[in-house]
C-alpha cells in the first residue's frame, strides 16, 4: 500500500522560509519521479517543482530561484526548501509521486502553507 505523508507546513511572514518533507511508503524501490503541487483557494492546483529519480529538476517560474527541491539518499523522501516566501505562495502543497507500473501518480493529503504580508 503506497502512502506518501508530508510535513513542514505552517504559517510564516512574507521573506521567510519554510522546508517541507514527503516520505512515500511501500514498494518504494519502484518510485520515479516525485514532485511538489500547490493548490490556493479558488485555484487550480498547479506544478512547484518535480526531480527525476536521476536528480534532474524543474520548476515553475514563479518559484524559480526561492524554491529548491531535493531527495534523500533513500530516493523516497522528497523535501522542498522555500526561501523569500511570498504571500502568493500561499497554498496548500501536495507531494506527488510516480511509480513504475502505475498509470496514476499517488498523492499525499497535504500541508498547509501561509504566508503573511
Known amino acids: 500500500q503506497v502512502q506518501l505523508v508530508e510535513s513542514g507546513g505552517g504559517l510564516v511572514q512574507a521573506g521567510g522560509s519554510l522546508r517541507l518533507s514527503c516520505t512515500a511508503s511501500g514498494s518504494i524501490f519502484l518510485i520515479k519521479n516525485m514532485g511538489w503541487y500547490r493548490q490556493a483557494p479558488g485555484k487550480q492546483r498547479e506544478l512547484v517543482a518535480t526531480?527525476?529519480?536521476?536528480?534532474?529538476?524543474n520548476y515553475a517560474d514563479s518559484v524559480k530561484g526561492r524554491f529548491t527541491i531535493s531527495r534523500g539518499n533513500a530516493k523516497n523522501t522528497v523535501y522542498l526548501q522555500m526561501n523569500s516566501l511570498k504571500p502568493e505562495d500561499t497554498a496548500y502543497y501536495y507531494c506527488n509521486a510516480e511509480y513504475l507500473g502505475a498509470t496514476m501518480p499517488y498523492w499525499g493529503l497535504g500541508t498547509q502553507v501561509t504566508v503573511s504580508s
Open positions: 526531480i527525476t529519480s536521476g536528480g534532474q529538476t
